[in-house]
């Protein structure tokens, strides 16, 4: 397939692995994409369900030689004198294989082949038969084994090498994309800083420029992407257990994880929005709580994000209730109540218990909500 083909064909990474797992493990899954859009983490977040959790075992083709992957060839000997040549598979073929002990025979597994195409060929040319008949040497591996791998494609510049056709004609593929709405959920459920979801939902283009660097050849090497968003979090929080890092710091270290460009604009942002109206004082009193001046746009996707992020951590009904009571106020604009609105729908389908549930439906502001924004529920599919 040509690239306008894979472009037409292209889904988020979350929505390739739903139709993955639906289809169960018999044929062998590749996923295309460029780096940092979350392949790895994705395939890590829809197989450890709890309501039907895989052991994952990750697979770094690019680092392996090719007898980590189809095994060590040694002579088997009887009375000294040797009689058959056997395979000595890795220890994660032996785990999801037929000859596994009872008590991994019933586990389900994924082996995940991170960056399969920075490999070389003979250590792609190992995969031919794990991809094509599910065997590594003298090993079959199981019926409830997925075979999965990711990789960048090679006008990525990435140091990936051309797939053989025969390993290629072994797997179905799929072409993965960035996702705004869908990363901004996965964020929110996986707590990175409010500031950042507030930042890309104000400038959604700003979540991967990695193609643009691709475009311009340019020398930086720092860039956006949902990885180094990650890792733009975890380093303010380090910095403040509570996320609200401002100043110079703030800025260096954006440059550093997400390039000059967007690391300026997000320090820029970041620094003005020391205005927004905590989550606490919020929840405490929704009817009088402050609301910030329409003008001050920055400040309100702030404190609409860290509110979002409170009511998520807290799982909470009374802390949600109080949240819609808030930005159902007039004077809040309905952009701003849409987000809530999705974030209480989200967390009403996924985490609350039954009693929770019927809660929710007799809430006086559940029921509000809905009135006001669930037409634009239905048609996000919420």
């Not at 083909?5 to 018999?26: A, H, T, W």
Request: proline content about 5%.
């Amino acid at each position: 397939m040509g690239t306008a083909g894979q472009e037409i064909c292209q889904q988020n990474v979350s929505e390739i692995l739903d139709i993955v797992y639906r289809l169960g493990p018999e044929f062998a899954t590749m996923i295309w994409g460029p780096p940092g859009i979350g392949k790895t983490e994705a395939t890590k977040a829809v197989f450890s369900r709890k309501e039907d959790p895989h052991e994952i075992v990750l697979v770094l083709a690019g680092c392996s030689e090719p007898t980590d992957i189809s095994g060590v060839p040694f002579e088997y000997k009887h009375k000294g004198e040797a009689v058959a040549t056997r395979i000595l598979a890795p220890i994660w073929a032996y785990h999801a294989s037929t000859e596994a002990p009872p008590e991994w025979q019933k586990k389900k597994m994924v082996i995940f082949f991170d960056d399969i195409v920075t490999g070389h060929e003979q250590t792609q040319a190992a995969c031919f038969k794990v991809f094509g008949e599910k065997k590594v040497g003298n090993l079959q591996l199981r019926d409830n084994v997925y075979i999965i791998a990711a990789g960048n494609r090679v006008e990525d510049k990435s140091a990936a090498f051309e797939m053989p056709m025969a390993l290629a004609n072994r797997m179905k593929h799929y072409y993965a994309k960035t996702d705004v709405d869908s990363w901004l959920e996965w964020a929110i459920d996986n707590h990175i800083n409010p500031l950042i979801t507030a930042f890309i939902r104000r400038m959604p283009q700003c979540l991967n420029t990695f193609a643009e660097v691709v475009k311009l050849a340019a020398a930086e090497k720092a860039f956006a992407t949902p990885r180094t968003w990650e890792m733009m979090s975890k380093a303010m929080y380090k910095m403040d257990p509570k996320g609200g890092v401002a100043g110079e710091w703030l800025y260096k270290t954006a440059v550093g994880c997400i390039g000059s460009g967007v690391g300026i604009a997000f320090s820029a942002f970041a620094n003005n929005t020391t205005k927004l109206i905590a989550p606490e004082v919020i929840c405490k009193d929704p009817a009088n709580a402050p609301i910030p001046p329409k003008t001050e746009v920055d400040v309100l996707y702030a404190t609409i994000s860290a509110l979002e992020h409170h009511i998520n951590i807290e799982e909470n009904w009374n802390k949600w209730s109080k949240a819609l009571q808030y930005v159902l106020r007039p004077e809040l604009e309905a952009e701003f109540g849409l987000l809530i609105a999705k974030m209480a729908t989200i967390i009403a389908l996924s985490k609350l218990s039954e009693a929770d549930r019927v809660k929710a439906a007799k809430n006086k502001y559940f029921k509000l909500m809905y009135a006001e924004y669930g037409s634009y529920l239905a048609n996000s599919g919420t």
